[in-house]
Structure formats: structure tokens, C-alpha cells
């Protein structure tokens, strides 16, 4: 089954704009990460912003935040005043609690949003 | 701070051939994950390591796919024979363990099998 799901293939926004990416994920573990990333044109992929399950807030880094709302288990990423170099896929991936404490590292991604800003 | 290194950034080979995918994760990082990306199938996750040894591999396609990791400071993912249906674009990551740690990637390689 599909963990995480990001609905929107793409969507354009225009320049300076705000942009909301939807991220909806399934778990049943109290404790869990959810990550963005970011994958430009040229191919590497960028850790954004991470949020925790207990964390109080919402995640903020610069013009990216999350709106982490734990009981309908979504995580959009907004990106406020939008920029040409924003351009880009963007990925959600939660990670779990791990069965095995050797298992820590995995991630789990969605399929991503194709983002185009335009001027 | 140097992040994941992956050689070769691009790779162009003929079919049956070995294919030899090189890492070097971030020092200090228990775990190494390979993913494979492509349009039709996205990202998915070959294998990972934590402390040099395999985890899971149940993402690993088929048999001639092989991954090692025989120290902290390099990982090798390699295909013999190479066939047209494994060309995409290969990622090595790297990362701490523990819940909020996020994996670091490297620039990918570029795989195309002719």
C-alpha cells in the first residue's frame, strides 16, 4: 500500500506567489519523520524541511513551511513568494520506527509534484 | 563539508556489459542507501547498508544487480550483464541514524544502456 501520496502531478504557480504542496501519508506508529525534498532540472536531490510527529510547531525554514496536521495525517509544504529557482520536483517521505534498531534509515517517498514558476 | 560522492556522473555502455557504480557516503554516516530513478517508476530504493552491512535488498531487481560495502567510506552497485531496460539515473545516499536525521544525496549517475 501506498504510504505516502502526493496528489498533485504539477501545478504552476506564478512569481512571488505562495504555493501549497500536498503530502498525505498512512501510519499507525505514534512516532514518525516527515521529510521534503527538492529535485531541480539538474537532477540532485535537496533536503528542504523535516517535522517530527511530536513536534509542537510546525516546521519552518526560510520561505518553506509545513502545515502538519497530524490527525487528517497530511504534511503540505508551502513555499511562500515564489521564485524562478523554485522550479522544480519536490518530494514527501516519511520515515518510521524501525522494527530493528539497524533499521533507522529508511525513507519512504511519494511519487512527487512537478512545481513551474512562472514570471 | 564534502557531501555523497558518486562516480561516474554519466555512463554510457552496450548492452551485456558490466556496469560499475561507485559511492563515497559522508563520513561519520552509518547508513548508505541505492536508489534507482526513472520516469515510469520513480524513485525507488535498491538496497540499504547500516555499518557496512546489508539491511534490506528486497528492492533490488533481479540477480544481476550486487551491492557491497567493504568499509565505511565506499559502496559499489553493480550490473553484469547490463540490459536497455536499466537504463536511469542511480543515487547513493547517506545518513545518521535516528528518526529527524534526513538522507544526504549525491549528484547521481546517469546510467544509459545501449
Known amino acids: 500500500a501506498q504510504k505516502i501520496t502526493q496528489t498533485q502531478p504539477g501545478m504552476f504557480v506564478q512569481e512571488k506567489e505562495a504555493v501549497t504542496l500536498d503530502c498525505t501519508y498512512d501510519?499507525?506508529?505514534?512516532?514518525?519523520?516527515l521529510f521534503w525534498y527538492k529535485q531541480p532540472s539538474s537532477g540532485e536531490m535537496i533536503f528542504l524541511i523535516y517535522?517530527?510527529?511530536?513536534?509542537?510547531q510546525n516546521a519552518t525554514e526560510g520561505r518553506y513551511s509545513l502545515n502538519f496536521q497530524k490527525a487528517r495525517k497530511s504534511a503540505n509544504l508551502v513555499i511562500s513568494a515564489s521564485q524562478l529557482g523554485d522550479s522544480a520536483m519536490y518530494f514527501c517521505?516519511?520515515?518510521?520506527?524501525?522494527?530493528?534498531?539497524?533499521?533507522?534509515?529508511?525513507?519512504?517517498f511519494g511519487a512527487g509534484t512537478q512545481v513551474v514558476v512562472t514570471p | 563539508d564534502a557531501g555523497v560522492i558518486q562516480s561516474p556522473r554519466h555512463e554510457v555502455t552496450e548492452m551485456g556489459q558490466e556496469v560499475t557504480l561507485r559511492c563515497k557516503p559522508i563520513?561519520?554516516?552509518?547508513?548508505l542507501f541505492w536508489y534507482r530513478q526513472t520516469m515510469m517508476r520513480g524513485l525507488e530504493l535498491l538496497i540499504y547498508?547500516?555499518?557496512?552491512?546489508?539491511?534490506?535488498d528486497s528492492g533490488m531487481p533481479e540477480d544481476r544487480f550486487s551491492a557491497k560495502m567493504p568499509n565505511a567510506s565506499f559502496s559499489t552497485l553493480k550490473i553484469q550483464p547490463s540490459e536497455p531496460r536499466d537504463s536511469a539515473v542511480y543515487f547513493c545516499?547517506?545518513?545518521?541514524?535516528?528518526?529527524?536525521?534526513?538522507?544526504?544525496f549525491g549528484d547521481g549517475t546517469r546510467l544509459s544502456i545501449l
Open positions: 517535522q517530527g510527529s511530536y513536534d509542537q
Open positions: 547498508f547500516n555499518n557496512n552491512v546489508p539491511i534490506d
Open positions: 545516499a547517506s545518513s545518521p541514524g535516528g528518526i529527524n536525521q534526513p538522507q544526504h
Open positions: 501510519t499507525s506508529d505514534p512516532s514518525y519523520g
Open positions: 563520513s561519520g554516516h552509518d547508513y
Open positions: 517521505a516519511m520515515r518510521e520506527v524501525p522494527i530493528s534498531t539497524d533499521s533507522w534509515g529508511k525513507l519512504q
